[in-house]
């Protein structure tokens, strides 16, 4: 008997936004930011649960109108403005383990803040994770509509450098069709063995799957101008994307 992987999609989601304050809790579209992504999570036939974690009680409140389970609350030293992924999920996994008594085998992030995503696309992800058993993480990326090999830093007398001094000398001198594809992660979509959190202490590890995913939907909201342009992108979009729905979570939430 071939036992199916277990699969939690986690939705980081913070409360204290200064870009734009109360970002998460925020309707865009007429729904609230965080809603899409955990959609995202509640219509993949692969995801077992969806988890929010957050600090926030009103993002905790939404998070379950709209079906995901908040069974903790994040502490407030990993919820500050500089906190990186890796630390979060480390809690939540040691929590459902200490609490549960539960391990998934694949953890899911759907960030808030790149809310346009295909349908299908986190199944995918998992798909495309579980079929390479080499892989410790598969990552949502598009084709960059910029190359950084044509990109420079800025050194402090004023000279520029080259970001990228691979393959050759003076690659930003070539015309663009000449120069390498790149690609940029957005955020859409990262699935991640629980091993590669856990014991590699990463959030990718070394193996990392490309999911290739149409570039218009390239979205992450960081700025107000991000939100003014993604709330036309919304009227507008010519693409099938996640829509959010009001489900209430009917699993029993838990604090501790």
Same mark, same amino acid.
């Given at each position: ?22 970002? +998460?809790?925020?309707?865009?579209? #007429? ?7 955990? @959609? &995202? #999570?509640? &219509? ?48 939540? !996994? ?25 349908? #299908? ?7 495309? !994770? ?16 910029? +190359? ?5 830093? !800025? ?5 520029? *450098? ?10 930003? +001198? ?20 629980? @091993? ?8 990718? #590890?070394?193996?990392?799957?490309? !999911?290739?995913?149409? *570039? ?19 009227? +507008? ?20």
């Amino acid at each position: 008997m071939v036992v199916a992987p277990r699969v939690v999609a986690i939705v980081p989601a913070r409360g204290g936004s200064k870009s734009i304050p109360r970002k +998460n809790v925020k309707p865009l579209a #007429g729904v609230p930011l965080l809603a899409y992504s955990i @959609e &995202s #999570g509640r &219509s993949a036939r692969l995801v077992d649960r969806v988890i929010v974690s957050t600090d926030d009680e009103e993002i905790a409140a939404i998070a379950r109108r709209f079906g995901a389970e908040v069974p903790f609350m994040r502490p407030a030293s990993l919820a500050e403005d500089l906190t990186p992924d890796l630390p979060v999920f480390q809690h939540a !996994l040691r929590w459902l383990a200490m609490h549960e008594q539960y391990e998934p085998d694949v953890i899911v992030q759907l960030r808030p803040t790149s809310p346009l995503r295909p349908p #299908g696309c986190v199944d995918a992800a998992i798909e495309l !994770l579980l079929t390479d058993p080499l892989a410790d993480s598969v990552r949502g990326v598009v084709l960059a509509s910029q +190359n950084p090999y044509k990109m420079w830093r !800025l050194q402090p007398d004023g000279a520029l *450098s080259p970001l990228l001094d691979t393959d050759g000398p003076e690659q930003y +001198n070539r015309p663009r069709q000449e120069l390498p594809p790149t690609y940029w992660q957005t955020g859409q979509v990262d699935a991640i063995r629980v @091993e590669t959190i856990r014991d590699k202490a990463s959030m990718s #590890g070394d193996r990392i799957k490309a !999911l290739l995913i149409d *570039s218009a939907y390239t979205c992450d909201i960081d700025t107000p101008a991000d939100w003014q342009r993604m709330e036309w992108t919304m009227k +507008n979009f010519d693409r099938p994307i996640v829509q959010p729905q009001i489900r209430e979570a009917a699993l029993p939430t838990r604090c501790a």
